[in-house]
């Protein structure tokens, strides 16, 4: 969880700072993730197997990361890592929905908790987030989500991983050349960018599927509730950002209705 909310407080630390283009960091991100997952591989069984391309994968995962670097253009970290998680579980728990899955009153009391908490945090205001950045944000969880959904049944999820990165690459190259004219990279960016891509997305992505083989599917979103708080924590230790009481109470409606329905998911499993 802390690898999660490290990527928030890097793109934060190197967007927010002028360090960095976001069409740049995104592709040093992806670059350096794809290197280090295939160098994990090659550590464990070798490289060069064939898989099948799910473009669906690709494009969720590219999509996630270009709307996450463009979203913190604007985003404090630990506001961007609210909006974030709040789009991938209200993502995740519509496709439940759409799947049959029957949700509790109270389960929809939850639901309805979490999309109130997310609402009130963008609803204008004096200290309400920029409406762009957080449109992007939102953007990146629903793709997270629906990556995340994508990946629930295969086989071997590093592997997977790695391909995909390894997939993203052209994608990422290109809208570069798209927006070249922004092109904008110092060294301190630029290394922001590969502890993102190589040690907060890499080796984290690996550590958590590590540990999902001993973690149930509801204990394992349970424990992603930590993220925008650590984030949040992060941003104000490390980019002297301001919590404001807006984030605060946004955070616990959104935060709590979303442990309701984790929590009466996992009362219905029993």
Request: hydrophobic residues 55%; proline residues 3%.
């Amino acid at each position: 969880m802390i690898a999660f909310a490290a990527n928030s407080l890097l793109c934060r630390m190197a967007l927010g700072g002028g360090l960095i283009d976001p069409t740049s960091f995104t592709a040093i991100r992806i670059c350096s993730g794809a290197l280090i997952l295939v160098l994990l591989l090659s550590f464990r069984r070798g490289v060069g197997e064939k898989n099948p391309l799910d473009w669906r994968a690709t494009a969720a995962l590219f999509g996630y990361m270009i709307f996450f670097s463009f979203a913190y253009l604007s985003l404090a970290a630990g506001t961007g890592a609210l909006i974030l998680f709040g789009s991938v579980q209200l993502t995740m728990f519509l496709s439940a929905l759409r799947s049959g899955e029957r949700f509790p009153a109270l389960s929809w009391i939850g639901l309805g908790l979490a999309f109130a908490g997310l609402v009130y945090l963008v609803s204008p205001g004096v200290t309400a987030p920029n409406f762009t950045g957080a449109a992007l944000m939102c953007a990146a969880g629903i793709c997270w989500g629906i990556y995340s959904l994508l990946g629930r049944h295969v086989s071997d999820p590093l592997q997977s991983t790695a391909r995909n990165f390894l997939y993203s690459v052209p994608l990422v190259l290109g809208i570069s050349l798209v927006f070249l004219s922004n092109l904008d990279i110092t060294v301190r960016g630029a290394a922001l960018a590969v502890a993102s891509g190589a040690l907060a997305s890499g080796l984290g992505y690996a550590i958590w599927y590590t540990a999902l083989a001993g973690l149930t599917a509801t204990r394992a979103a349970t424990i992603q509730l930590s993220v925008p708080a650590i984030a949040a924590f992060g941003g104000v230790l490390l980019l002297s950002e301001t919590v404001t009481l807006r984030l605060v109470l946004a955070s616990l409606a959104t935060l709590c209705g979303v442990a309701i329905v984790l929590a009466q998911r996992a009362a219905q499993t029993k």
